[in-house]
C-alpha cells in the first residue's frame, strides 16, 4: 500500500438534509456555495426542483474546502444523544437509502485520523495517549476498508462478519445477537460510536494532534504480517474482554484477558460468577480506576464528562419501570420481571448471555450490547454489573432493582482511560499499544 487511502464516511440519514457549502464545490461542470436543501422524493434526492438518482459535491481545495451539516445526532442510542451542526472537510456525496438521504463524507484516511482522534478524546491529551489512538484508529478503520488483509479474513471460514447474518440464535427461549461494521453497505464506517466517534473539524484540533499523525504516518498494528481489528472503549473496569464475547464467535490472540495494571496476569477468573460479583462489587487496582480530572480531561470531551461514575456505576429502577423499559426496548412483553439471571460472563466480568425472566414469558438475550440496550433508555454503561433485588414479594416479584456495574463501554481491546493514565506515567505510545494488544506487532503501511 503506497498511496494513502480514501474512507467513504456515512454522517447522517434523515427525510431532508440542510446543509451549507462554505467554499466552491464542484457539481459536475457547475460550482456551487452557500446553503442548500435536499429531500428524498420518490426515490431520488431532490435538490432545487430537480430530482437525481445521487449529488456528488467535490472541494476546488481539498486541503481548505469545508461544508457544514445541520443537526447531525450524535451519540445515536446513547445516553449523551445529541444534534448538532458539524463542519467537515473533503467531498460530500448524498444517495438515498431506505426512503431516506444519506450525507457521505469521502477523504483521507489520515485526515479523517485527524477528525477522529480529536472526536473520540480531547485534543489536549498527552502526545504519546494521541499516538496510540493514531495507531489503532488507523488499524481498525484499514481492517474495515480492506478485510482480505485482516488477521480475521485469514480463517478459512466462509462466514466471513462482512457477510454473515448478526443474529447467532433467535428462537423462543434466546435472541443473541450483535452490531458491527456489517450493518453498513453503502459507505465505509458510520460517524457515531457504532464504529468510531468522526465529527469532522467540529471538534477543535491542535498542533499536537497533528504532531501525533505525523509521527505515527502510515503506522498500524499487524499479527502474522496481517492487520489487527484494534478495538478500544472508554473504560475495561479492570479486565479486558475478548472479542469473541462481543462480536462474531472467533478468537483473536492479540486480544485477551489481562489486567489493566501493572501485573497484567493478576486477575481473578470473571467468568465465574462469584468472582464477578467480588470484582465488580469492589474497586480493584487498575489503570483505569482513577478520578484525576486532569488526566480524565484529555479523554474525555464535554459531554462524556457529563458521565462520573464510569468505573464502578449503578442504576436503580422500580419493578414496573424495568417491565415497561424492557418492554419497550426489546419490543416482547415479559410483564412483571421476576429476576434478571446471569447465564454466561465474559473475562472481563461483562455479560454476554443474561436471562430476562417475567410473569408471561422468560427469554435469554445477549450479547453485551444487546443487554445494554434492553436495560437502558439508551445504552447501559457495560454488562459488567450485578442485580440486586428489593423487598420481593410474596409471589416472588421486586418491587426494586438496583445494577451495580463495572467499566464504560465493550472492554475490548485499548482502554482510553487507562491509555490516559499510562501516558501520564511516562509511557510511550508502543508501550500502551502492546500492553493492550498482546503480541501485536507496529508496522508501516505507506
Not at 181 to 205: E, L, M, P, W
Not at 247 to 273: C, I, K, Q, S
Not at 344 to 367: C, D, F, P, Q
Amino acid at each position: 500500500m503506497c498511496e494513502v487511502p480514501r474512507v467513504r464516511v456515512g454522517i447522517m440519514s434523515e427525510p431532508a438534509i440542510d446543509f451549507v457549502l462554505n467554499n466552491e464545490y464542484k457539481l459536475g461542470e457547475e460550482s456551487y456555495t452557500g446553503v442548500q436543501s435536499v429531500r428524498c422524493v420518490d426515490g431520488k434526492v431532490e435538490w432545487n426542483g430537480v430530482k437525481y438518482d445521487d449529488l456528488h459535491f467535490v472541494p476546488v481545495n481539498e486541503e481548505s474546502d469545508s461544508f457544514t451539516l445541520r443537526d447531525v445526532t450524535i451519540g445515536v442510542s446513547f445516553h449523551w444523544r445529541r444534534k448538532e451542526n458539524q463542519t467537515f472537510r473533503g467531498a460530500l456525496h448524498i444517495i438515498v437509502e431506505d426512503d431516506k438521504l444519506t450525507a457521505v463524507n469521502i477523504l483521507s484516511v489520515e485526515e479523517y485520523l485527524l477528525s477522529v482522534i480529536s472526536s473520540e478524546m480531547s485534543a489536549t491529551a498527552s502526545l504519546e495517549l494521541l499516538k496510540a489512538h493514531a495507531v489503532i484508529s488507523r488499524s481498525w478503520l484499514l481492517a474495515q476498508i480492506t478485510p482480505e488483509n485482516t488477521v480475521a479474513a485469514s480463517c478459512s471460514c466462509d462466514d466471513h462478519p462482512r457477510y454473515r447474518e448478526l443474529a447467532a440464535c433467535n428462537t423462543a427461549g434466546e435472541l443473541v445477537k450483535w452490531w458491527d461494521h456489517d450493518d453498513h453497505k453503502n459507505f465505509d464506517v458510520c460517524a457515531d460510536d457504532h464504529c468510531q466517534r468522526y465529527q469532522g473539524i467540529t471538534r477543535a484540533s491542535t498542533e499536537t494532534v497533528r504532531d501525533a499523525i505525523k509521527a505515527t504516518w502510515g503506522q498500524v498494528l499487524m499479527q502474522g504480517g496481517l492487520l489487527c481489528d484494534a478495538r478500544f472503549s472508554k473504560s475495561c473496569g479492570g479486565v479486558y474482554e475478548e472479542f469473541e464475547n462481543c462480536w462474531e464467535p472467533r478468537h483473536h490472540d492479540y486480544l485477551v484477558a489481562r489486567r489493566d495494571g501493572e501485573d497484567e496476569m493478576d486477575f481473578p477468573d470473571l467468568t465465574r460468577e462469584d468472582n464477578a460479583a467480588e470484582w465488580i462489587l469492589s474497586s480493584p487496582k487498575a489503570h483505569c480506576n482513577t478520578n484525576d480530572k486532569e488526566i480524565l480531561s484529555q479523554v474525555l470531551n464535554d459531554y462524556d464528562q457529563e458521565t462520573t461514575d464510569f468505573y464502578r456505576w449503578s442504576v436503580e429502577y422500580s419493578g414496573e419501570q424495568l417491565a415497561d423499559l424492557i418492554k419497550r426496548r426489546t419490543g416482547d412483553d415479559y410483564g412483571r420481571i421476576k429476576d434478571l439471571q446471569p447465564v454466561a460472563r465474559g473475562t472481563s466480568g461483562r455479560l454476554y448471555k443474561l436471562k430476562v425472566v417475567g410473569e408471561n414469558m422468560s427469554r435469554t438475550i445477549g450479547k453485551e450490547l444487546t443487554i445494554r440496550y434492553a436495560l437502558s433508555e439508551s445504552a447501559l454503561y457495560s454488562s459488567a454489573f450485578v442485580v440486586e433485588k428489593h423487598d420481593v414479594s410474596e409471589d416472588g416479584y421486586p418491587a426494586k432493582f438496583v445494577l451495580r456495574g463495572a467499566g464504560w463501554g465493550h472492554g475490548v481491546g485499548l482502554c482510553q482511560i487507562g491509555a490516559a493514565v499510562m501516558g501520564a506515567k511516562g509511557y510511550d505510545y508502543k508501550q500502551i499499544l502492546l500492553h493492550y494488544f498482546i503480541g501485536a506487532d507496529i508496522d508501516k503501511q505507506y
